[in-house]
């Protein structure tokens, strides 16, 4: 059976948790392993997180929180592990984040992803599956993409299980950049993140952001439709379809979905990859 997960934000508003259970309930046919929730992600605030994980548990879906160095003590992380471990929380999601540009710099006992993952294999044991962020394209600081690896490398060995990539479109991407972790050595599984696309003018402004490329050929095609958005949407998942089943082609160990918090395309996409894995497989 495919792996499939989903990643969700935390909602702003009350009402919002109430339409993201909606959410959930849809996408759960899929029956996916978990849904992460991103933690003060493009300067949202990090309460909400624990809030929304919190309530999903309660609708006994299986979760797992981001945690990010952004401002983050000691102190406030053991009572954040702690409160994790009395709902059983299993998983986590562990990043440096980015220091937000609407907010002042907070101060911060963690300054790489890697060290939150020390922390918490020292606090916790091995009660925690943790994955962090690989980049196919490389991470838009780094200073060599050799250095971007050999980071890999430092957070598996501080004790994380495994790696959710950033989205790319170019299935190459992913392929180089597997051997190049096979030959670091890293042998944790490497699971592709996936973004369906639901706007054009949206997507070529993270992508820059975020440093995820977006191939000209896939600019072009958008391009056509810029007035259309059904239109848009449409050919976005024929394309990202096609990439999920060339990743499947490539054994991955699983897929995970960048849902924005919509039901739709991902479940057109999922729905179809699902069904290429049931006849390749
Ligand atoms: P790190 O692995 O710590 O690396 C960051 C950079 O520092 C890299 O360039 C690395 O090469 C370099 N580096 C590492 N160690 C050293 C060192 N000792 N000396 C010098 N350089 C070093 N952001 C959020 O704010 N909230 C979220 O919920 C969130 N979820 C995400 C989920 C996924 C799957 C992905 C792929 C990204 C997510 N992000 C999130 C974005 C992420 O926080 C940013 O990409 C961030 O800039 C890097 O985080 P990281 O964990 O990869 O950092």
């Avoid at 003590?73 to 220091?99: C, E, F, M, N, P």
């Avoid at 994955?131 to 600081?141: D, G, I, K, L, S």
């Avoid at 990202?240 to 054994?251: A, D, F, G």
């Amino acid at each position: 059976m495919l792996e499939v997960s989903f990643e969700l934000f935390p909602p702003k508003t009350e009402g919002g948790i109430e339409k993201l259970k909606e959410v959930c309930t849809a996408l759960n046919t899929f029956q996916p392993s978990y849904y992460s929730v991103t933690f003060g992600a493009a300067g949202s605030t990090q309460e909400r997180t624990t809030e929304t994980i919190l309530q999903l548990q309660q609708n006994s879906l299986s979760t797992a929180p981001h945690i990010s160095c952004i401002g983050m003590k000691k102190s406030t992380l053991r009572s954040l592990l702690a409160l994790y471990q009395s709902h059983h929380i299993r998983r986590l999601v562990v990043l440096r984040g980015d220091q937000p540009d609407n907010i002042p710099i907070l101060p911060s006992d963690f300054h790489y992803a890697h060290e939150l993952v020390k922390f918490i294999r020292d606090e916790t044991g091995q009660h925690f599956y943790i994955e962090v962020a690989a980049y196919p394209e490389f991470h838009p600081q780094t200073q060599h993409p050799l250095a971007d690896i050999e980071n890999l490398k430092r957070k598996i060995d501080a004790g994380a299980n495994g790696a959710i990539t950033q989205y790319f479109f170019n299935i190459d991407a992913y392929e180089q950049f597997m051997e190049m972790c096979a030959t670091a050595h890293i042998r944790a599984p490497i699971t592709p993140g996936i973004m369906p696309i639901f706007n054009f003018e949206k997507l070529i402004r993270f992508s820059a952001l975020c440093g995820a490329e977006i191939p000209l050929w896939l600019r072009k095609r958008l391009n056509i439709y810029q007035d259309d958005q059904d239109s848009m949407v449409k050919m976005g998942i024929e394309i990202v379809t096609r990439l999920c089943e060339k990743l499947i082609q490539s054994n991955v160990p699983g897929l995970h979905f960048y849902t924005l918090n919509q039901v739709h395309p991902t479940d057109e996409i999922v729905k179809r990859t699902i069904e290429f894995h049931s006849k390749a497989c």
